[in-house]
Nanobody, 116 residues
Framework: QVQLVESGGGLVQPGGSLRLSCVAS????????MGWYRQAPGKQRELVAN???????NYAASAKGRFTISRDNFNDTTYLQMNTLKPEDTAVYYC??????????WGQGTQVTVSS
């Protein structure tokens, strides 16, 4: 399984921005789907956005218009640009790598806290 390491989380005021990064231990150029999920305290993990090798990106309704997912296959990195952050975006954010051949890897997560 590919190892994933997230970074870029932190404390930000409402309306602020953060850019999360997810670096993979091996090439992601053949991984069909990279995604970002989040889990808030007391809640289930939920999809934020995912990006296939080919095709359109997919966003949760709460992320549309504010978040942008991208992948740099050359540098084996997946990003999540988050703008206009809200307190309800507070959560641990996890990177995921998935393939229909049984790959389903998760990173350790990075904490995002939106508070004044």
């Amino acid at each position: 399984q590919v190892q994933l390491v997230e970074s870029g989380g932190g404390l930000v005021q409402p309306g602020g921005s953060l850019r999360l990064s997810c670096v993979a231990s091996e090439s992601i150029e053949s991984i069909p789907l990279m995604g970002w999920y989040r889990q808030a305290p007391g809640k289930q993990r939920e999809l934020v956005a995912n990006i296939p090798l080919v095709g359109a990106t997919n966003y949760a309704a709460s992320a549309k218009g504010r978040f942008t997912i991208s992948r740099d296959n050359f540098n084996d990195t997946t990003y999540l640009q988050m703008n206009t952050l809200k307190p309800e975006d507070t959560a641990v954010y996890y990177c995921n790598a998935w393939s229909p051949r049984g790959l389903n890897s998760w990173g350790q997560g990075t904490q995002v806290t939106v508070s004044s």
